[in-house]
């Protein structure tokens, strides 16, 4: 049921709604933000409009904690009922050299959907988590969690040498490097 719902909502990515191509979609939730230090955040290089070229899908970000690594985004939804606004909470953290993007999910407080981000200049590249992956190291005990049904899966934390095990890709690739989602930013006049 949760990976239904979670499927069918418009996930918000930097607050872009990003629709997912099926109901029977598989999710990787983690039990906090994903990254274990918080990415210190430039308003100057966050505060604005981000976009997914290609569709009508549009936001606005501000950092609302630089130090903790905390966006608020703003966007319109639309459904039956008509249109809203909508926010949410962002965190960007680090591994490494990676940078993850979480965001809590809304129908299941304390689960984080997230993605694999890097940044480059105006431009935010972003990976989803490649479900079957993970589930087997979970499975196998390589990493911590649990598959809660045949579409959940749920992360606990992760230490430095589960960060060091997703970045060497020595058990595959754990992110999904084959469809990324490429949002561009125009910073406010503000």
Known sequence: MVARVVCRLCLAVIGLVIPFLSSGCKVA???GPMGLDPVTLKPE???????VPGTAGHAVARVVDAEKGIL?????????????????K??????GDWMFLSTEAEDRPGKFIWWRVKRSQNTLV???????????LVKAGRLPGKQESETVLVLDPLDKT????FASEREG?????ENP????????TQ
């Open 29 to 31: 939730f983690s039990t």
């Open 45 to 51: 290089e966050w505060n604005g409009v981000w976009t």
């Open 72 to 88: 608020e985004v703003g966007f319109i939804q639309s459904n039956d009922q008509g249109l809203s606004l909508k926010t949410m």
């Open 90 to 95: 962002l965190y960007l953290r680090q591994a």
């Open 126 to 136: 972003m990976w989803p988590p490649r479900w079957d992956k993970l589930a087997a």
């Open 162 to 165: 589960h960060y060091e095990l």
């Open 173 to 177: 690739v754990l992110v999904d490097w």
């Open 181 to 188: 989602v490429v949002t561009v930013f125009a910073p406010s």
